[in-house]
């Protein structure tokens, strides 16, 4: 191979842990950050037509949520087994990993331009019943448009996750930003009517949205080509390989499934919340909204993790792996001190980004201040997840999400509302957490015993 590729070798094998985490994730976790920032700024400009706009928005997001559980799940999939590739210098399967992942990609697109046509209108209705005419119609033009449009989500992914598990992550970070400034920059234009512009509400939020997912993918394939020279792209005599594909979803399908249950799981507190009120769906929106802001840059964080426990455990180096892993755990549990800190101390400053009645902040303020309380807990589980991940154990991953999203937390939540009201129903996120954590230092301790310990540690 070519002196690039024998650098990257090189830079994965022998860069110190530490600089090497922070020169792979930092990146991603800028990038990850914006793209929390930018979906902060768009219920923040959605939120300024009305709550109703707001709460129209906040139901779409189990749909999209799992659109972008099936795109990151399949890239989590490419990367890890990618990475492995790599470290075991296995580069003819390199290039046939990469090309199935676009297949893969394509694929989940059509899956989901089905969804948008068929779907939406049925999924709005078992969460408002009709009963509320300008939601309805508000979310079901929104969430038509993201995933009919979504084509530009899914390039973006696979070519950022195919740029991740090749250590360049700098562009990665360039694409992603590039889409979110898009998107910023075309919200209020278009939801507005700036500019000349039409006034379009929530569907120029999905639009503003769809045309930054475009550039971020159409900016994600020129790096491929043009950069990525660990992986030859070529269509000539390309066909599915179902040996790839199946090593790929060994991967990816315990984490589509994972992030798809968070999916069920909005669904289902959605639900439960607008028996309530709207607004107190509205605020559960917001609460999704600003959690990101903290939990994006770590998951970037993740996927710099993901490739440099893959790559060094296919080259045998068993130290590298659990520097890493270290390095990792202290990373996170500083950035979600910060963000605990953030929701106890500043509630209502949070709410009032999003124009907050008095009504939403009555309902918001406590509520942000006790799911908060989960911060403090969930950082060990997501950095145990990515390491699951990493050693094909992805089905851990699995069963510590299924055990705080669905087995506790909606039952918990059920429960809590129909004893306690309202204001008791946000302690189900801090109780299932308590789960999660425990579930995860047992499978911890397993994946260590069974898998960790029995690699070699080749200088």
Same mark, same amino acid.
């Given at each position: 191979m070519n002196g690039e590729v024998r650098a990257q070798e090189n830079k994965m094998g022998v860069m110190p842990v530490n600089q090497l985490l922070l020169n792979m994730s930092l990146p991603m976790m800028v990038s990850m950050l914006v793209q929390a920032l930018y979906n902060i700024v768009d219920s923040i400009f959605v939120s300024k037509l009305s709550e109703n706009a707001l709460s129209a928005v906040s139901l779409a997001f189990p749909i999209q949520t799992l659109l972008i559980a /099936? %795109?990151?799940?399949?890239?989590?999939?490419?990367?890890s087994l990618l990475s492995k590739q790599l470290g075991e210098k296995d580069y003819k399967q390199v290039n046939k990993t990469?090309?199935? %992942?676009? *297949? $893969?990609?394509?694929?989940?697109?059509?899956?989901?331009?089905?969804v948008g046509i068929a779907g939406v209108r049925p999924f709005y209705a078992s969460q408002v019943k009709e009963s509320d005419p300008e939601i309805f119609t508000m979310g079901v033009q929104y969430l038509t448009i993201i995933c009919v449009c979504s084509f530009g989500l899914y390039a973006q992914l696979i070519f950022e996750k195919l740029l991740q598990a090749t250590g360049k992550t700098l562009y990665t970070m360039i694409s992603q930003a590039a889409g979110a400034v898009i998107n910023i920059i075309l919200d209020p234009i278009l939801i507005f009517g700036l500019y000349g512009m039409p006034e379009l509400g929530v569907a120029g939020a999905a639009i503003a949205t769809v045309v930054g997912q475009i550039a971020g993918g159409i900016l994600g394939l020129i790096f491929?080509?043009?950069?990525?020279?660990? +992986?030859?792209?070529?269509?000539?005599?390309?066909?599915?390989?179902?040996?790839? +594909?199946?090593?790929?979803?060994?991967?990816?399908?315990?984490?589509?499934?994972m992030q798809a249950i968070g999916s069920v799981m909005t669904y289902g507190m959605n639900i439960i919340l607008i028996a309530f009120s709207s607004t107190a769906t509205a605020v559960f929106g917001v609460?999704?909204? &600003?959690?990101?802001? *903290?939990?994006?840059? &770590? *998951?970037?964080?993740?996927?710099?993790?993901?490739?440099?426990?893959?790559?060094?455990?296919?080259?045998?180096?068993?130290?590298?792996?659990?520097?890493? +892993?270290?390095?990792?755990? /202290?990373?996170? &549990?500083? $950035? $979600?001190?910060?963000? *605990?800190? /953030?929701?106890?101390?500043v509630p209502e400053l949070l709410l009032g980004l999003f124009d907050a009645s008095e009504d939403m902040l009555a309902i918001g303020i406590p509520a942000l201040r006790i799911i908060g309380i989960h911060f403090l807990i969930a950082w060990f589980g997501i950095i145990a997840s990515a390491v699951f991940q990493a050693l094909g154990n992805g089905v851990y991953s699995l069963v510590v999400s299924a055990a705080r999203q669905l087995v506790i937390l909606l039952p918990a939540a059920f429960i809590l509302a129909g004893i306690g009201g309202l204001s008791k129903v946000w302690w189900a996120f801090p109780i299932a957490e308590m789960v999660s954590f425990g579930v995860s230092v047992v499978f911890m301790i397993a994946i260590n015993r069974k898998v960790i310990r029995n690699v070699p540690d080749e200088a």
């Open positions: /099936v %795109g990151t799940g399949t890239g989590v999939g490419v990367n990469a090309m199935n %992942g676009i *297949f $893969l990609a394509v694929v989940s697109y059509l899956v989901f331009v089905v491929n080509v043009k950069k990525n020279k660990e +992986i030859r792209f070529s269509l000539k005599g390309f066909k599915p390989d179902m040996r790839t +594909i199946a090593n790929i979803y060994k991967v990816g399908v315990p984490s589509i499934v609460y999704f909204k &600003l959690q990101s802001f *903290f939990f994006m840059p &770590l *998951f970037g964080l993740n996927n710099g993790l993901i490739p440099i426990v893959a790559y060094n455990y296919g080259a045998g180096r068993r130290s590298r792996m659990i520097k890493a +892993i270290k390095c990792s755990l /202290v990373y996170a &549990l500083i $950035l $979600l001190a910060a963000g *605990f800190i /953030v929701f106890e101390t």
